[in-house]
């Protein structure tokens, strides 16, 4: 019998003839992004069109599927400019906090010397930057967390902003 609940969808007939239908592929269905990451997800799609920045929106999708998950967003002078719903509940600091500093404000003393030096020579070079970072939330207790790092450019290629894609770890 075929699984035709709502947690998934027929995608391909790959044979249809008059009352004879043959080879069906099931497929989950695709999950519903929470409330907060749909929002958080139009917001970087809007701002994707306006500044014609080309890059994986199913990425995007994916990652904001777990709303802890943070995606922050900087301009070339790497000002914060978005940060999604995920960023309070990580670092307890509430976006309007955040909005225009650097996101070197969440390092501290323990913060490695050589990977904040690794961040800026990956930018400076226009490369993805990937690596644990130890960072500390509004209520000096620190965290570590993964941090990747892409260029978003216009179509002239110039690099207009940044995308950060950050989650906690266990180190």
Excluded at 9 to 23: A, E, G
Excluded at 27 to 53: F, G, I, K, Y
Aim: hydrophobic content about 35%.
């Amino acid at each position: 019998m075929f699984d035709l609940s709502p947690a998934t969808w027929c995608d391909t007939f790959l044979s249809v003839r008059p009352m004879v239908l043959t080879s069906f592929e099931f497929m989950p269905r695709p999950a519903q992004l929470p409330l907060a990451s749909q929002v958080d997800l139009r917001h970087v799609m809007r701002l994707a069109r306006e500044n014609e920045w080309q890059f994986d929106r199913q990425r995007i999708q994916s990652f904001l599927r777990k709303p802890e998950h943070v995606l922050l967003l900087t301009d070339a002078q790497q000002r914060i400019q978005f940060v999604s719903h995920g960023f309070s509940t990580m670092t307890g600091y509430a976006p309007e906090e955040a909005l225009g500093r650097s996101p070197s404000f969440l390092q501290g003393t323990e913060t490695s010397p050589e990977t904040r030096q690794r961040i800026k020579t990956d930018l400076i070079n226009s490369s993805l930057f990937e690596g644990d970072l130890l960072n500390y939330r509004k209520n000096g207790e620190t965290y570590w967390c993964h941090v990747e790092i892409l260029p978003l450019r216009n179509p002239l290629q110039e690099i207009t902003h940044y995308m950060a894609f950050e989650w906690e770890v266990a180190n």
